[in-house]
């Protein structure tokens, strides 16, 4: 399962997280974001008790988007234990997001 992130949830949805967090910072005008969400959507479903996927619609939360420092996207960062730990911007595949997965899972 896949959940959006507001400034009202990301506290406890990221920052005080137990297990990594994936988050895909979006938009629905981008058109490498439209590719690159059914990959973490299955992202997600693979990896559900080992890690938890969360999306951002940047044209809905710009202040997340500029605290994470987003210029491009769909930028993916991992997080873990509040602190982000690989951010790649641009569409991947998703062996590339796996490979970065499976280093802090």
Do not use: H
Not at 33 to 53: A, R
Not at 71 to 99: C, F, H, Q, R, W
């Amino acid at each position: 399962m896949v959940t959006e992130l507001t400034k009202d949830n990301f506290e406890s949805e990221v920052m005080k997280s137990d297990i990594p967090v994936l988050i895909d910072y979006w938009a629905s005008w981008c058109m490498p974001c439209s590719m690159v969400s059914p990959i973490i959507d299955e992202i997600s479903e693979e990896y559900s008790s080992k890690l938890k996927v969360c999306k951002v619609n940047i044209d809905e939360q710009g202040e997340l988007a500029s605290r994470a420092a987003v210029v491009s996207i769909p930028t993916i960062m991992l997080v873990k234990n509040g602190k982000t730990e690989e951010k790649l911007v641009g569409a991947y595949s998703k062996d590339d997001y796996e490979e970065i997965i499976e280093k802090y899972i």
